[in-house]
């Protein structure tokens, strides 16, 4: 089981962890700094004893595997330094909650019938939903309410479900409970250092809307 320090505190950059498999390339510590890929959000990039990590999954229900750009030469058992490249992840953050605020905005306008996808990247998030309608009319109203919220300096909680600790919650203190969402990414402290995004809309087919977000105006 690999314990996973990006949810305890995803401002962290580097850690010495212990190697705790081995196979072909791919490497499984004891503990991690390393988001894998998964819910839509992109795995982190980074270094463990000076290899390039190029990406990472999750094998059973717990497990992470960095895969390496080459074979390694320390073993299992070895201490190693794993390394973050922050950057990159703090932009991903930046996003993903960026992305959750379209995407509730979206619910409480009525102009979603449910999400039908998502991606967040170091450059972009995008958000997919099931609408009856082209939100086009609404996205100057979107893209203003979107800045004006992340302007007000909320306070994001990221917190495990009560009864299943695999689950977690995102969700703005003091602001609407109905803004909750099942989310185990990476995210700010505040919506204030997200900046500024721009938003735009594309159509992806018959019944479906996509949004797309750019930071602006990083913090």
Same mark, same amino acid.
């Given at each position: 089981?690999?314990?996973?320090?990006?949810?305890?505190? %995803?401002?962290?950059?580097?850690?010495?962890?212990?190697?705790?498999?081995?196979?072909?390339?791919?490497?499984?510590?004891?503990?991690?700094?390393?988001? %894998?890929?998964? !819910?839509?959000?992109? !795995?982190?990039?980074?270094?463990?004893?000076?290899?390039?990590?190029?990406? &990472?999954?999750?094998?059973?229900?717990?497990?992470?595997?960095?895969?390496?750009?080459?074979?390694? &030469?320390?073993?299992?058992?070895?201490?190693?330094?794993?390394?973050?490249?922050?950057?990159?992840?703090?932009?991903?953050?930046?996003?993903?909650?960026?992305?959750?605020?379209?995407?509730?905005?979206?619910?409480?306008?009525?102009?979603?019938?449910?999400?039908?996808?998502?991606?967040?990247?170091?450059?972009?998030?995008?958000?997919?939903?099931?609408?009856?309608?082209?939100?086009?009319?609404?996205?100057?109203?979107?893209?203003?309410?979107?800045?004006?919220?992340?302007?007000?300096?909320?306070?994001?909680?990221?917190?495990?479900?009560?009864?299943?600790?695999?689950?977690?919650?995102?969700?703005?203190?003091?602001?609407? %409970?109905?803004?909750?969402?099942?989310? !185990?990414?990476?995210? %700010?402290?505040?919506?204030?250092?997200?900046?500024?995004?721009?938003?735009?809309?594309?159509?992806?087919?018959?019944?479906?809307?996509?949004?797309?977000?750019?930071?602006?105006?990083?913090?």
């Amino acid at each position: 089981m690999t314990e996973k320090l990006f949810r305890k505190n %995803p401002y962290l950059t580097d850690v010495h962890a212990k190697v705790m498999d081995i196979k072909n390339n791919s490497v499984m510590l004891d503990k991690t700094i390393l988001y %894998p890929a998964s !819910g839509g959000q992109e !795995g982190d990039l980074g270094l463990i004893s000076d290899l390039k990590v190029i990406d &990472s999954s999750v094998v059973g229900l717990s497990n992470i595997y960095h895969e390496l750009e080459s074979p390694p &030469s320390f073993g299992v058992g070895d201490m190693v330094n794993v390394n973050l490249y922050w950057e990159r992840r703090y932009s991903i953050m930046k996003l993903h909650s960026a992305v959750h605020i379209a995407y509730l905005l979206l619910k409480e306008i009525g102009k979603t019938g449910g999400q039908a996808g998502a991606n967040v990247s170091s450059h972009k998030g995008r958000i997919d939903v099931f609408s009856k309608e082209s939100i086009q009319p609404y996205l100057e109203q979107i893209n203003e309410e979107i800045n004006n919220i992340i302007s007000n300096d909320l306070v994001i909680i990221v917190e495990p479900d009560k009864t299943d600790a695999e689950i977690w919650w995102w969700k703005l203190e003091s602001y609407k %409970p109905t803004w909750c969402l099942k989310c !185990g990414g990476t995210h %700010p402290k505040k919506t204030s250092e997200i900046g500024e995004v721009s938003v735009k809309r594309k159509n992806v087919g018959k019944g479906k809307e996509r949004l797309e977000l750019k930071l602006t105006k990083k913090i």
